[in-house]
Each structure stands twice: as structure tokens, then as C-alpha cells.
């Protein structure tokens, strides 16, 4: 078969890099199907339009405006001229092509008239299903920057139209998790229950990389990091969705913890709000640290016990963090700290691999860190490692996608 696939993630100069959508697209590629990938080559890189054929995947990467890690007014003209310089391309460089799967992702919902045009080009009778991974524009408003009221209620308007032209092009929508099912149901009633399921993140599962207790400690000795008791790491992106100020909440209120150590390593508009503050606070049982290369921040990860994820509490979406899946990956149980509506934590309970906390509650995180380390961090950790392959395998999302064609 013929697979598309649209999508604003910028990691495709490498297909076999690690990450959801590269492991799912080899997953097709490696069951015999021919796929093409569309993604945007930001102005940055400085890279014009170009394709690069490996194999059975074949990469188009278009030449746009800077559309992640910008300003709102880049982003946001970057993201409406996304549909028209896709399909330009697609008519260019794939034109030939009669696709038999048209799959895309959110962000971003405006690929409308992309999706319109390859059906239209593969005779009418191509399949399309929608990755549901960003419940937009709903999250901007619980974030603040939409409203739908007063003058951000026009653009929360002509957003909430390309939503819901979304939902009707789209023949099937896979969703994260139950939670994200129960949403789009709820606040899209002409969408038929039939054409929505869970279709997780997920990963290409590699071999494991077994860290020996000497090269642990060197890991950790390399960045300051006690090697005599356990460490919580929060990785990722340090933005307004994570709700990095009650992190911080979290981090001056077990600042000086003599049972643990935590460690939060990356990058985002919160950033040096956090730097800062260590800087400042000098606390013994945090360390902050700026982002690491995905190799060596692969290598910390696996040299500590427990991984921490944070969402911002305003969020009445349900979001299911990607970061999960490196955690339990590499054996780790977790601590969630979310809004309510979110059902990670719910499932890290009810599965025995984690435990949840809502992210305005300081105590109820110190109690989840006080229970974790009563706990047994390795029998948990298995546990998460047995969910992550009974549920979160690019052979599950791939199975997901492909039964409404076999």
C-alpha cells in the first residue's frame, strides 16, 4: 500500500532516529508498504524544498516559516501557510502517487485542504485517519491565549471550524488515550463514536541497554548527581503547558531532602525562572540543568529511578505526555503531576507503575514522593515495562490504523 503521512514534526532528516512518528513509519516501511512522509524544513535549518528517498520511505521536507520554538506571530502565520506550501509540494513531488492510507497529526488542524486534495487525487478511495495528539484550539484558551469571548473569540472561532472540518474529513481518529476518547465524543456530538479509538503513542521497542552500578554512578558523578540515593528526573520541554511554576512550587518545598535527589533537565520560556531560582535557593536535593543531547540525556535517565511528569492544572483537555513511554522504557515508574481531566496518573495507579498527584497540590506531590520511596521502585518499574509492551508498541498503533483496510 501506499501511505501519507502529514505532520509538523521537523524529525525526519533521519528516519531511523527515535521518536513516535519515525518509529511508526518504519514500522509500515518494515511490513512491505511504500511511505511518504511530508514535514515542514524550517527557515532556520536554512535547507530549501528537497526529497530524500531510503528505501521504501520517501521524505519530502518543504521549505516554511519557522512553526515550533518561535514567536506567536511566526508560529501562527508559519502554521496557516503550512496547508497551502504542502500541497503545492505534494502536487509536485508526489503527484503521481494514488495513496491508499492518508494519516496526519495535530498539531497543526489546518492540513484540511491537503487531505482533501490527496483523496481527491487517489480517486476518492484513500482511508484518512487522524493521530490525535493536540485538542487545539481548546488547549490556547485554557492556556489563556485564545478566548472565546471578546476579539481572540475570532480566531478561537476559524481555528474551532478547521477543528471540526477536521473531525468530518477524517474517516477514523485514533486518540492517546481513554480520556482523549471520552473528550472528543463529548464536545464534538456530530462525530460518530464509531470512527474514534485509542490509537497510543507509542515506540519501536530497542534492546534494552542494561546500565551496570559502576557506570550509573560515573553518569551521575559526570553531572554533580548523588549516587547514594535515589533520583526523580524531569526531562522535557519547560513551557506554560507543563505548569513549570508549581514545579517549582514542588522543587523549593523538598528542597532540602536528605532521602532523595531530584534533577530537572531542559529547555523552554521557563527555563531561567528555574536557573535562577538554583542559582539563588543553592538547595541540596535539587539540581537544574539545561538540556542535554538525546544520547546523554538518554544515558541520565537510565542512571536514575524515578521519572517525574508535570501539566499544567488550567488544562481541561486531556493531554497523555510522550515522555511516559522513555520512563517506562528504560523501567522507571512515574509520578504525575496533572490536572484532573488528564487520565495519565489515573492509569500509572490503576496499572501499578506510578502514582498521580493534581498539579496544584505541593503536599499531595510531597506525599507521592514520601509513598515512592516506601515503595518498590524496581517491582513498579517492571510493571510500567510490561504495560509499555502490552500497550504502547508501534505494533499496537500500527494494528489500530490498519484493521479498517485488512
Known amino acids: 500500500?501506499?501511505?501519507?503521512?502529514?505532520?509538523?514534526?521537523?524529525?525526519?532528516?533521519?528516519?531511523?532516529?527515535?521518536?513516535?512518528?519515525?518509529?511508526?513509519?518504519?514500522?509500515?516501511?518494515?511490513?512491505?508498504?511504500?511511505?511518504?512522509?511530508?514535514?515542514?524544513?524550517?527557515?532556520?535549518?536554512?535547507?530549501?524544498?528537497?526529497?530524500?528517498?531510503?528505501?521504501?520511505?520517501?521524505?519530502?521536507?518543504?521549505?516554511?516559516?519557522?512553526?515550533?520554538?518561535?514567536?506567536?506571530?511566526?508560529?501562527?502565520?508559519?502554521?496557516?501557510?503550512?496547508?497551502?506550501?504542502?500541497?503545492?509540494?505534494?502536487?509536485?513531488?508526489?503527484?503521481?502517487?494514488?495513496?491508499?492510507?492518508?494519516?496526519?497529526?495535530?498539531?497543526?488542524?489546518?492540513?484540511?485542504?491537503?487531505?482533501?486534495?490527496?483523496?481527491?487525487?487517489?480517486?476518492?478511495?484513500?482511508?484518512?485517519?487522524?493521530?490525535?495528539?493536540?485538542?487545539?484550539?481548546?488547549?490556547?484558551?485554557?492556556?489563556?491565549?485564545?478566548?472565546?469571548?471578546?476579539?481572540?473569540?475570532?480566531?478561537?472561532?476559524?481555528?474551532?471550524?478547521?477543528?471540526?472540518?477536521?473531525?468530518?474529513?477524517?474517516?477514523?481518529?485514533?486518540?492517546?488515550?481513554p480520556a482523549n476518547v471520552r473528550y472528543v465524543l463529548k464536545h464534538n456530538p456530530e462525530v460518530s463514536a464509531d470512527k474514534v479509538e485509542i490509537a497510543p503513542n507509542s515506540v519501536d521497542l530497542s534492546p534494552s541497554e542494561v546500565v551496570d552500578e559502576g557506570e550509573s554512578a560515573a553518569i551521575l558523578t559526570k553531572y554533580g548527581l548523588p549516587t547514594d540515593k535515589p533520583i526523580f528526573?524531569?526531562?522535557?520541554?519547560?513551557?506554560?503547558?507543563?505548569?513549570?511554576?508549581?514545579?517549582?512550587?514542588?522543587?523549593?518545598?523538598n528542597a532540602d531532602r536528605e532521602d532523595c535527589h531530584f534533577v530537572v533537565v531542559g529547555s523552554g520560556t521557563y527555563y531561567q525562572r528555574l536557573a535562577d531560582w538554583y542559582k539563588e535557593r543553592k538547595p541540596k536535593a535539587v539540581t537544574v540543568m539545561k538540556g542535554l543531547p538525546k544520547a546523554d540525556y538518554d544515558k541520565l535517565v537510565r542512571a536514575c529511578q524515578v521519572g517525574l511528569i508535570f501539566l499544567d492544572y488550567r488544562f481541561t483537555i486531556p493531554n497523555y505526555p510522550s515522555r511516559l513511554l522513555s520512563y517506562l522504557e528504560n523501567k522507571m515508574p512515574v509520578i504525575a503531576c496533572t490536572d484532573p481531566n488528564c487520565d495519565t496518573g489515573i492509569i500509572a495507579e490503576e496499572n501499578g507503575f506510578g502514582m498521580y498527584a493534581p498539579s496544584n497540590d505541593v503536599k499531595a506531590f510531597t506525599s507521592a514522593v514520601d509513598r515512592m520511596l516506601i515503595a518498590d521502585i524496581k517491582a513498579m518499574g517492571e510493571r510500567g515495562h510490561q504495560f509499555l509492551k502490552d500497550n504502547y508498541l508501534v505494533e499496537h498503533t500500527y494494528k489500530a490504523i490498519m484493521k479498517h483496510v485488512l
Open 233 to 253: 528526573i524531569y526531562g522535557g520541554n519547560l513551557g506554560i503547558p507543563q505548569g513549570i511554576p508549581f514545579l517549582l512550587e514542588c522543587m523549593e518545598a
Open 1 to 177: 500500500m501506499n501511505i501519507l503521512f502529514l505532520t509538523m514534526s521537523s524529525g525526519f532528516a533521519n528516519i531511523e532516529g527515535r521518536g513516535i512518528y519515525t518509529d511508526l513509519m518504519r514500522k509500515f516501511r518494515d511490513e512491505g508498504h511504500e511511505v511518504y512522509i511530508i514535514y515542514p524544513n524550517e527557515r532556520r535549518n536554512g535547507r530549501q524544498t528537497e526529497v530524500k528517498a531510503e528505501g521504501r520511505i520517501h521524505c519530502l521536507g518543504v521549505r516554511t516559516l519557522n512553526v515550533t520554538k518561535t514567536n506567536v506571530v511566526e508560529k501562527g502565520i508559519g502554521q496557516l501557510m503550512l496547508e497551502s506550501q504542502f500541497k503545492r509540494a505534494l502536487k509536485k513531488f508526489f503527484g503521481n502517487v494514488k495513496f491508499d492510507i492518508i494519516l496526519y497529526s495535530t498539531p497543526p488542524i489546518t492540513f484540511n485542504k491537503v487531505i482533501k486534495y490527496a483523496k481527491k487525487a487517489s480517486d476518492g478511495k484513500a482511508m484518512t485517519y487522524l493521530l490525535l495528539k493536540d485538542i487545539f484550539p481548546q488547549n490556547a484558551v485554557d492556556m489563556g491565549m485564545l478566548s472565546k469571548a471578546g476579539v481572540k473569540s475570532v480566531l478561537y472561532n476559524m481555528f474551532r471550524r478547521k477543528e471540526e472540518e477536521l473531525y468530518r474529513l477524517s474517516d477514523f481518529i485514533g486518540c492517546m488515550s
